[in-house]
């Protein structure tokens, strides 16, 4: 046994673990391990909307801990930004030339003169710039628009296989172009 799978099982002994993923592959193997303390799991093989990886079926693991049964719901992030595009720069440097800044920033402190600052520079940022909600994407963020635009086209694919009956014209929109 090499290196790495000993320092696994060694970890799951340590750690008192179990392995609870009933559901083989098409090879008859299990590949996905769900690994627990708790008793209280279950894993169900799940239908999904995609075609199924024959290596890696799709899986749903139910797991109800019997220590806290009172588990709060995540918060759908509804945060807001700043919408620097519809900004209004005109009242903003008003509003800085109009600030009595020597009286505002005299002070001992070099701390609570610099905290004042960004007080007041804040402020006059937010009453002057709208606020927008974060829009959820489709895709996560650190996705290039490259990897987008093959993510699209993949999905396109089976829909133009369909259309198309001879493999001659399957071979010639799938060639690349030259």
Not at 3 to 26: G, H, M, R
Request: aromatic share 8%; charged share 30%.
């Amino acid at each position: 046994m090499d290196y790495k799978s000993e320092l696994l099982l060694d970890t799951v002994a340590l750690c008192d673990l179990s392995q609870f993923n009933p559901i083989p592959n098409n090879n008859n193997k299990i590949p996905d391990l769900a690994l627990s303390t708790s008793e209280n799991m279950t894993i169900t093989n799940e239908k999904t909307l995609l075609k199924q990886d024959k290596h890696h079926p799709a899986l749903r693991i139910d797991f109800q801990d019997s220590n806290s049964l009172n588990y709060k719901p995540l918060k759908v992030n509804e945060s807001k930004r700043l919408n620097f595009y519809k900004c209004q720069y005109k009242t903003v440097k008003q509003r800085i030339n109009n600030t009595n800044w020597s009286d505002l920033l005299r002070g001992a402190d070099v701390d609570e003169v610099v905290a004042r600052f960004y007080d007041v520079i804040y402020e006059i940022i937010n009453d002057c710039t709208p606020t927008v909600k974060n829009r959820s994407n489709k895709y996560p963020k650190w996705f290039s628009p490259g990897l987008r635009r093959c993510m699209r086209e993949k999905k396109q694919i089976p829909r133009a296989l369909q259309k198309i009956q001879k493999p001659t014209r399957l071979r010639y929109i799938l060639s690349p172009s030259s």
